[in-house]
């Protein structure tokens, strides 16, 4: 509602917030490396690897 004047408090909120960004970000990073090397998909698209071929129902 009203904006922050006290610099103290403002340098709190700081420390706050940059000590919640560092436990996300060691998170992200614990979670990336229990995962199998490799096997994540970028920007969420699948593989490219081509699917098989079938032949149509005769």
């Given at each position: 509602?009203?904006?922050?004047?006290?610099?103290?408090?403002?340098?709190?909120?700081?420390?706050?917030?940059?000590?919640?960004?560092?436990?996300?970000a060691a998170a992200h990073r614990n979670a990336r490396a229990?995962?199998?090397?490799?096997?994540?998909?970028?920007?969420?698209?699948?593989?490219?690897?081509?699917?098989?071929?079938?032949?149509?129902?005769?």
């Amino acid at each position: 509602m009203f904006p922050y004047t006290d610099a103290q408090t403002i340098l709190d909120l700081h420390h706050l917030r940059a000590d919640e960004l560092r436990r996300e970000a060691a998170a992200h990073r614990n979670a990336r490396a229990a995962s199998p090397a490799g096997r994540h998909r970028r920007f969420g698209r699948a593989s490219r690897r081509a699917a098989a071929v079938r032949a149509p129902a005769q």
